[in-house]
Every structure is written in structure tokens, then in C-alpha cells.
């Protein structure tokens, strides 16, 4: 009878062990996987995008008048044009960035003047060679020297009972000048940028016209386009 109840004991022991052993093999443990919240998840994917070298496409309004025009006989108003071209974005070690671009910009004044109303337009090529700083995901500073080259003026007279406009030729000095750039950028969503700057020359522009020497001084307010 020992023996009996003793072999049973056994059988239900091996029983048991392979009743285990197969339902380990079917039912596996489960791997938990922790992923980052949200927010980090956002961070880190911003981050890693920092590195990419970019590529791009900007345009937007320019808001221009004029500073250091030294008659006063002028009284300066601001007057809208706008701007559109190429953008470029190289990492160079985070949160620094080297942003070069190349746009058509449109800038000028108007001027009351005791003869009647004066409007000087302006096309440039605008070069800006700016460091661009990732302050926080999703927002950031530039500011840096931009080269300028006007590629063609027209004046715009009216006293009132006559509207004259004329492009303008010729100047005195160079048709190319140096500006100084600061600007903010806040990233809409990963390709979408919204811009802000703010532009001046470091040198007067010279005219030949009756309106007094003068340098540009520029707001604009745009949207860049980055491809990847």
C-alpha cells in the first residue's frame, strides 16, 4: 500500500511538471516595452531632426521705409512690397546653425515732400549669411550680415494733377551694400516655419534723384517651407 501511494505521489509529480512545462512554451511572458511620453517623444524626434541638413523655400511681406535721411523737407512712410526665395539650414554643433539664403526682396519709401508726393521702389537680391540659434524645440534666433544687390529702381512723382514714373539708370557709388539681420522662427509643425525679421543697411544708398541719400530698413513677416 506504501509503495502504491508512494509511485502516485511520483506520477502526479511528473504529470504536474510537464503540465508546466507545456503551458510556459504556449503561453510565453509577456515583454513589456516602455515608450517615452508624448512630449518626449516630440523632443527627441525634434533633436534628431536637427541634424539634417535642410533645404527650403520662404516668402512673405516686407514692410520698408527709410532711417537717416538726413531733409526736413521728407517726411517718410512705410510702404509693402515682398519677397520669396531659397533657404538653406547646416548643423554645425546643436544648438548651432549656419542659414544662408537667397531671396528677391522689394523695398522703398514714400515721401510728402512740398512738391507733392514722392515713392521710390526698390528690387534687390538679398544674400543673408546668418547663424541660426535652436533656442527650444520648435523656436529660433538668427542674426548675422546679409549682402545686397539692387537689380532695378522706379520713382514715382505726384503733385496732385500728375502722376510721373520712371525707372532710374544710374547711380552714384556701388548697387551693392551690406545690411544687418536679426529674426525669430517658430515651427508650425516639422516642415512649416513662421518668420520674422527685421533688416537695415549699413551703408546710405545714393540717389540721383531730387529724394535725399537714405538707408533701408525692413520688417518682414513670412513663411518657410524646409524640405529634408
Sequence with gaps: MKKFLFLAICLLAVVGSV??????RRYPPRRVVRRPPPVQERY???QNDFWQPKVGLAGGVNFSNTVDAYNSDYSTSTIAGWHAGLTFDVPIAYPLSFAPEILFSQKGYKAETIDGTFKQRTNYVDIPLLAKFRLVPGFNFVIGPQLTFITSTRNTYDNGFNTISEPEYSYR????YISGVIGVGIELNRNVELRGRYAIDLDKNYSNSSAPDYRNQVFQLGLGFKFQ
Excluded at 503540465?19 to 510556459?24: E, G
Design 173 to 176: 557709388g556701388d548697387k551693392s
Design 19 to 24: 503540465s508546466a512545462q507545456r503551458y510556459d
Design 44 to 46: 527627441d524626434r525634434r
